[in-house]
């Protein structure tokens, strides 16, 4: 992580002797979902969130067709979850209903090797590559409401979403890695949009018994101040 970011520093630094870079800026929209599994719910229901992003791009043109693009990137991901169930427990009938929302806070470094196709004046590219996420806040809300022969008792959670179970936090880890593609178009005026897909490989939930991994697509639309040769 310390080699990448001294690289992409040093990049910067020598923007202006190297006619190859480019630096540009850009926003993003991600539908976010995870793949998980635990113990603790038998059959939950995922909805993916749209959650935002935002960054700085660092694009350098290796020839006229392949380029190195990275740059440091501020990602939110998260995912809603509900579950029911109801049962009679010998005394009466309980009806359990939870509901559980996640929103993780990441700085993201990307680096994804680029096939660059020119028409006219516009550029269509794809490709792809690793990407390492550290998580730098977050939070994890639950709603747990239980009905016993017709009573209701709502109990709500609000949890530091990196802070350890054992401190009354949610437990997940921090560091975050995986694969990305990317496809996009880049105008002659620097602008430029791309939709792009994020597999995390990290399994984030610190129990033993539980997985959660981070999955992503994404729409950005950016600004390249100077345009890749």
């Known amino acids: 992580m310390k080699k990448v970011i001294t690289i992409l520093a040093g990049m910067v630094l020598s923007a202006s002797t190297f006619a190859q870079l480019s630096i540009g800026v850009h926003g993003t929209g991600n539908l976010s979902s995870a793949s998980l599994n ?3 719910f038998i059959h939950p229901v995922k909805k993916a969130r749209i959650l935002p992003g935002a960054g700085i791009a660092v694009n350098y043109a290796v020839s006229e067709k392949i380029s190195l693009r990275s740059g440091v990137n501020f990602l939110q991901h998260g995912v809603k979850i509900t579950n029911s169930a109801e049962g009679d427990a ?3 009938f ?4 939870f509901e559980g ?4 806070n990441y700085l993201q470094v990307p680096v994804n090797i680029l096939y660059t196709i020119p028409v006219n004046n516009f550029q269509f590219f794809a490709g792809g590559g690793p ?3 550290f998580g730098i806040s977050g939070k994890a809300k639950s709603t747990i409401t239980t009905t016993f022969n017709g009573t209701t008792e709502i109990v709500k959670t609000d949890q530091d979403a990196f802070k350890k179970q054992a401190d009354n936090g949610a437990g997940f ?3 975050d890695y995986g694969v990305g593609a990317v496809a996009g178009i880049k105008l002659p005026n620097g ?3 791309n939709i792009g897909y994020q597999l995390s490989f990290a399994n984030i939930n610190d129990a033993e018994d539980g997985k959660y991994k981070n999955r992503g697509l994404q729409l ?10």
Do not use: E, H, M, Q
Not at 94 to 97: A, D, L, R, Y
Not at 220 to 229: D, L, M
């Open 90 to 92: 010998g005394n009466g």
């Open 191 to 193: 602008l430029y949009g």
């Open 101 to 104: 929302t996640t929103v993780l």
């Open 220 to 229: 950005t639309i950016g600004y390249f101040f100077r345009g890749a040769k």
């Open 38 to 40: 635990t113990d603790d």
């Open 94 to 97: 309980t009806i359990v209903k």
């Open 173 to 175: 880890k921090r560091t």
């Open 131 to 133: 990407y390492y996420s």
